[in-house]
């Protein structure tokens, strides 16, 4: 098996903060996705939107400024900026299921090629949590995922079928792997950009589902 | 004559009518919102086989008295939530430990679907359609019916016999103003429950809080607790 170096988490939330764009409400979830808040501008040209009801919130605060009531939906401290709202749980999933939140960034165990997300049960775990994840599956626009491209001992989580409890199903559009970045189409998983250095049979080689490979496939640079 | 809401200088007399095998709404997410006073007042009182609803309930935060620290007492026969595990899957919670010994009975509700069981139990609803779970396990033994060409589930609604909930002023009609995300599933719990006590951190004079930011109307509210920290 290959031992060439894969995308940091930096590079990951870099490459997949550039998705973003001006306009947008996002609602970033809980570990790697909560990453991507530190690439994006906070000039409010984007709207971040938390499940607990804090929707418009910014950078994390300096040490010292911590406010003990200002935190986003992984318990983390957050900012407010101007213009910032605060709602109820009940009202921040109106946003959601209503379809007023644009991108939803969620981590991942599984995706399958037809868009099905597995995240929130973890083998040999009894318990899981499904959080707000289930809702923005079918609530976003759109569900982008950020997750390493094998498990620890070297599985595919880009899979045909998922294995583990599904979080949504047909609900993923775009998936950022520390290997690149893939689009999921009607035809299945399509490769956009690569790590550099690694070829596309090479990232195949670690895909259980059947990989496309762009006809401009780029690197993914910082 | 206006209505005023007895106010309580100590948490243990403002639970002290909780029974064993109550349901019991505990609010909050993460630190802000959660009624910790309330939480270490019932846990002293040890009221035990309770049903609890909750955002998260697995109790591995020792230093935040929330839903789980019931959990984590022994006090708890089920638990409604969304967060029964830590987020770190490498930690086990109370609740797997105790659902694997067969001592609690668990259901993992979808957040949004949560609190809006909860609106629906506060506002007279019979229950909703919705999207959330559909081709996932939290559709199944639930009924199931096409609007717009797309799947809902039927969820139904939660009430329970407390809430316990957390505000950062009341005044003495029950009017609640929050502070920033302590709103959270506060408003919501506080309309879902046949007595809802409201631990915050200032009770003032009917009149002393701006109407425009009342979030939760005094009707909701039965009992004030004053808090001893913050």
Redesign the interface.
């Known amino acids: 098996m290959s031992e060439k170096e894969r995308l940091s988490r930096e590079l990951m939330a870099l490459r997949l903060a550039r998705e973003l764009k001006p306009g947008m409400v996002v609602n970033l979830g809980?570990?790697m996705p909560t990453l991507v808040s530190d690439y994006i501008p906070h000039d409010g040209s984007l709207v971040l939107h938390?499940?607990?009801?804090?929707i418009g919130f910014g950078p994390t605060p300096r040490e010292g400024e911590e406010?003990?009531?200002?935190?986003n939906?992984?318990?983390g401290f957050i900012t407010?900026l101007p213009g910032g709202a605060?709602?109820?749980?009940?009202d921040?999933?109106a946003m959601?299921?209503g379809g007023h939140v644009d991108v939803a960034v969620l981590g991942g165990l599984q995706v399958s090629e037809q868009g099905?997300l597995a995240n929130w049960l973890?083998p040999p775990?009894?318990?899981?949590?499904?959080?707000?994840?289930?809702?923005l599956c079918?609530?976003a626009k759109q569900v982008f995922v950020v997750m390493e491209h094998t498990t620890r001992d070297g599985k595919p989580r880009l899979v045909s079928r998922c294995t583990y409890?599904?979080?949504?199903?047909?609900c993923v559009s775009l998936v950022m792997t520390d290997l690149g970045l893939f689009q999921v189409t009607p035809q299945g998983f399509l490769l956009r950009e690569i790590a550099p250095g690694w070829t596309a049979a090479e990232v195949r080689s670690l895909t259980e589902a059947p990989l496309a490979v762009g006809p401009e496939l780029v690197e993914v640079r910082a | 004559m206006i209505s005023l809401k007895p106010v309580y200088s100590s948490a243990d007399q403002a639970v002290a009518d909780i029974f064993e095998g109550a349901t019991i709404m505990v609010a909050g997410?993460?630190?802000?919102?959660v009624p910790q006073e309330l939480v270490k007042a019932l846990i002293r009182k040890g009221v035990g086989k309770l049903t609890v609803i909750a955002?998260?309930a697995?109790g591995t935060r020792e230093d935040l008295a929330d839903a789980g620290r019931l959990v984590a007492a022994g006090l708890v026969r089920k638990v409604i939530t969304?967060?029964?595990?830590?987020?770190r899957?490498s930690v086990?919670?109370y609740?797997?430990k105790l659902?694997?010994q067969g001592k609690l009975e668990?259901e993992?509700?979808?957040?949004?679907?949560l609190?809006?069981r909860?609106?629906a139990g506060g506002i007279g609803l019979g229950g909703f359609w919705?999207?959330?779970?559909?081709?996932?396990?939290?559709e199944e033994g639930k009924e199931k019916r096409l609007f717009n060409g797309q799947e809902h589930i039927l969820e139904r609604p939660l009430r329970a016999d407390f809430a316990l909930l957390r505000a950062r002023v009341a005044d003495a009609l029950g009017n609640l103003v929050?502070?920033?995300?302590?709103?959270?599933?506060?408003?919501?719990m506080a309309m879902a429950a046949a007595v809802t006590i409201v631990e915050v951190d200032e009770v003032v004079e009917p009149g002393g809080l701006d109407s425009e930011s009342i979030?939760t109307p005094g009707i909701f509210i039965d009992r004030i607790v004053k808090a001893q920290s913050?």
């Not at chain 1, 938390?50 to 804090?54: A, D, K």
């Not at chain 2, 969304?82 to 987020?87: D, H, L, M, V």
């Not at chain 2, 919705?130 to 939290?138: E, K, N, Y």
């Open positions: 809980i570990g938390s499940e607990n009801g804090v406010d003990p009531n200002l935190v939906a992984g318990g407010l605060f709602v109820s749980h009940a921040a999933f959601i299921r099905d973890v775990r009894a318990l899981g949590s499904p959080g707000g994840a289930v809702d079918v609530g409890s599904l979080t949504g199903a047909r | 997410f993460a630190r802000p919102g955002n998260a697995h969304s967060f029964p595990a830590p987020t899957a086990e919670g609740p797997e659902y694997r668990v993992t509700v979808p957040q949004g679907t609190s809006e909860i609106r919705v999207r959330t779970g559909v081709g996932t396990v939290f929050y502070d920033k995300a302590q709103r959270n599933f506060n408003p919501t979030a913050g």
